[in-house]
């Protein structure tokens, strides 16, 4: 029967040689299947460690792991088969074109992978596949990591800081190709600071600071439990429009100003992320 998580994690911690204390303390998690999972918190965190554990690259740790529910001890190079990987700094070979890099890196699976066409396709870099990557910019070479990860449609992605270095445009594309494989069955398992890609495509969202989880939840649920909310007014003042903000629609400023006729425009802003992350993630307070 096949597992209903992703993955399970159960008091994970990992100890570097010499160090006095955990870079991962103690985590329980689960992703389950088809889900975007988010993992943030500031630099120094455990968030890469964690991850070089969930991958297969770190087997020195304590507590117990699953992927795709088998113990990930337990895998051997099948495991590769099955997960795509895609870390903040991309893997390519510089001299080979990026059509080249691709056949490079498919030839190294068992099973079926997409043609380098196909692959290059849906990251929009069909038009320079025969361009070498040596001349690529930085947004360039996450795209191509990022069709290197998909190439031999895994099961499970795990990618780390998949939007970095693009501009606006190429980012929303990114997170439309990460959608993408979420609809069509994939879980993805993502590690960022860029706080849009999170909102938009994170069903749960889980901070990470000093080597703990302090908090896991929906992106919405944890604006709500963490981030403050205001009410934004724009109004007239000397012939110029000024812009207040407000903690609460029943502040005394608010109302006064409410009530003398020179206000424009009202509305809410609700709490960013961003806001959630400083206050849950951000202060180095996580008690062990």
């Known amino acids: 029967m096949t597992a209903v998580n992703a993955i ?14 955990d870079a991962v303390a103690g985590i329980d998690l689960t992703v389950t299947r088809g889900e975007i999972f988010g993992l943030l918190g ?24 699953e992927v795709l529910g088998q113990p990930v001890r337990d895998w051997g190079r099948e495991l590769y088969e099955r997960i795509g990987v895609g870390f903040e700094l991309p893997a390519y070979y510089p001299k080979l074109t990026a059509r080249e890099n691709l056949a490079a890196f498919g030839a190294l ?5 997409d043609s380098p066409e196909d692959a290059l396709a849906i990251v ?14 930085k947004g360039m070479k996450m795209r191509l990591n990022l069709a290197r990860a998909l190439l031999h449609r895994p099961e499970l992605l795990f ?25 069509a069955g994939r879980t993805v398992f993502l590690t960022t600071h860029d706080m849009p890609t999170v909102e938009q ?13 302090v908090a896991v939840d929906s992106p919405r649920n944890l604006r709500l439990a963490y981030g403050r909310g205001s009410v934004v007014v724009e109004y007239a003042e000397d012939g110029r429009t000024r812009t207040a903000e ?26 960013a992320l961003a806001e959630v992350f400083v206050a849950v993630a951000g202060s180095g307070r996580a008690v062990r």
């Open 201 to 213: 495509l994170c069903d749960r969202v889980a901070f990470m600071d000093d080597g703990l989880i």
């Open 109 to 113: 699976y068992v099973g079926p992978v």
């Open 124 to 137: 929009g870099l069909a038009d320079v596949a025969d361009e070498r990557v040596a001349h690529f910019s």
């Open 246 to 271: 407000f903690p609460a629609t029943d502040a005394p400023e608010l109302v006064r100003l409410l009530a003398s006729g020179v206000v424009q425009t009202v509305h809410t802003r609700e709490a």
């Open 159 to 183: 990618l780390d800081e998949p939007t970095s270095g693009l501009d606006p445009a190429h980012a929303a594309d990114v997170r439309a190709v990460i959608r993408a494989q979420a609809d």
């Open 8 to 21: 399970d994690v159960a008091d994970l911690r990992v100890r570097y040689a010499g160090a006095s204390h």
């Open 42 to 65: 500031p630099n120094g965190a455990g968030k890469s460690t964690a991850l070089h554990v969930l991958t297969g690259q770190r087997r020195d740790f304590a507590g117990s792991v």
